[in-house]
């Protein structure tokens, strides 16, 4: 099933990977390196999912998850980090994002399999596992 996926990272060696493997499968993809303009297209474009750094430059991770959650029919988000920013990841996923990738990707399945699981987290919620229950410790 081809989807429309949008990727919000100032990586562009992330935004080349990801895009050559999405576009490989038959899906279509916009891309951002800007916090303010992947909103604002975000909005016009409707993407079924939303791949999205948790570290952008001038907006905080709560502001862009809002604002890509406002968005009907609501996309899932995927989180986009770095492994060293376990943390901020972690908190970003608390706030409302529906799965994390780290970078960088080793294989394709990766992004395909974090892309599944972030649809099936937006679209059955309850299913998703409560951050309290989560079985890592982190402290801020």
Known sequence: MSMKIMIVDPDWYFLSQA?????????????????????ERAAQWRP???????????????????????????????????????????????????????KPILHPSELHVAIRVARENALCPEKRPAADRFPLAISA
Not at 24 to 37: M, T, W
Not at 65 to 70: I, M, R, S, T, V
Request: hydrophobic share 45%; net charge negative.
């Open 48 to 102: 079924d999912v939303i791949l999205a750094n948790v570290e952008l430059p001038e907006v905080s991770d709560g502001e862009l998850l809002g604002q890509f959650a406002a968005i009907r029919p609501r996309p899932a988000i995927l989180l986009v980090s770095a492994l060293d920013r376990f943390d901020k990841a972690w908190h970003a996923w608390q706030r409302g994002g529906d799965e994390v990738l780290f």
């Open 19 to 39: 895009r050559g493997i999405l576009e490989d499968c038959g899906h279509q993809v916009a891309q951002q390196s800007d916090p303010a303009e992947a909103m």
